[in-house]
């Protein structure tokens, strides 16, 4: 079982993809609480999670959202779920929760299934600054 740093929630995330690097990115700006740790899907943390829970990484393959209770929140949900905790206004977006998840994913997988087409794709996993890199496992 993976222990996280108390009171952390991991993000795991696309390290090669352009749009989920961006979005770390304005996720670590906007953590005022400091609430988030992160790790690539394709690091060992990321691996062991994966193989953890059993995640279909062919259905599942851009963000996750694990917890400290070891709850794992994926997709569309997870997204919503990080930006609830982010403060206002992208907050707001939480609301979004009501929507069912297959409605929501639907998009979701829309947008993932092009994020590289649109937004490009990198050799490597981002590697983080010296300054950043206390946010982030393995």
Not at 10 to 31: A, E, P, Q, R
Not at 122 to 135: A, D, F, G, Q, V
Request: glycine content about 4%; proline content about 4%; overall charge positive.
């Amino acid at each position: 079982m993976i222990i996280l740093p108390a009171n952390k929630e991991l993000i795991l995330f696309d390290g090669v993809c352009n749009l989920c690097n961006t979005s770390i990115k304005y996720v670590i700006k906007h953590d005022k609480q400091n609430r988030f740790v992160f790790a690539a899907l394709q690091s060992d943390i990321g691996k062991s999670v994966i193989e953890e829970h059993g995640i279909d990484t062919t259905k599942i393959d851009s963000i996750l959202l694990h917890t400290p209770n070891n709850k794992i929140y994926y997709k569309s949900t997870a997204a919503l779920k990080i930006a609830s905790k982010l403060g206002f206004p992208i907050s707001i977006m939480s609301i979004f929760l009501i929507v069912p998840s297959f409605i929501r994913n639907w998009v979701y997988d829309f947008i993932a299934k092009n994020r590289y087409k649109w937004f490009g794709k990198k050799e490597s996993c981002m590697i983080p600054t010296p300054e950043l890199s206390s946010k982030f496992l393995d």
